[in-house]
């Protein structure tokens, strides 16, 4: 126990890990059931990236995913020929970021941290987000930085 006391992490940050924390493992349990639609895309591009330059990799990314969006292309491409991670653990941590940035915005707005905990928890189309929305994820972590 004395460990813990001279840890001395505030209360707030130890909610917001937590419910952080929550989003990835929930993000990682139901993620490997979303294969099907959209996902079947994403992850054929992902595998195929890995392992490429930059840019092949975004001629290859493109041949998958038609699009000219460079924001998700490089996000894939970092995880997964940069750091290596497969795709349904890169995706679970970018939740966990988008949970931790929202909940901070929300408290920086003046709202209630349960508000924001009960937001990013149980949010319809956050979960939409956590699992198949992958380019707007990304556009959400990316304007709330």
């Not at 813990?4 to 993000?27: G, N």
């Not at 038609?66 to 998700?72: A, D, I, K, L």
């Amino acid at each position: 126990m004395k460990f813990f006391k001279k840890l001395a992490i505030p209360i707030d940050l130890a909610r917001d890990v937590s419910a952080c924390l929550f989003v990835i493992a929930f993000s990682m349990g139901m993620g490997q059931f979303y294969t099907e639609g959209d996902q079947m895309h994403y992850i054929a591009a992902y595998e195929a990236i890995a392992d490429s330059d930059l840019l092949n990799g975004f001629l290859i990314y493109k041949s998958y995913i038609t699009t000219q969006e460079p924001g998700h292309f490089f996000v894939s491409w970092i995880f997964s020929s940069v750091i290596g991670f497969n795709k349904l653990f890169a995706m679970s941590l970018s939740n966990g970021l988008l949970a931790f940035l929202l909940i901070k915005l929300v408290k920086k707005i003046g709202g209630a941290p349960s508000v924001a905990y009960l937001f990013v928890l149980s949010n319809y189309y956050f979960f939409v987000m956590y699992l198949t929305a992958e380019r707007l994820k990304f556009s959400f972590i990316f304007l709330q930085l």
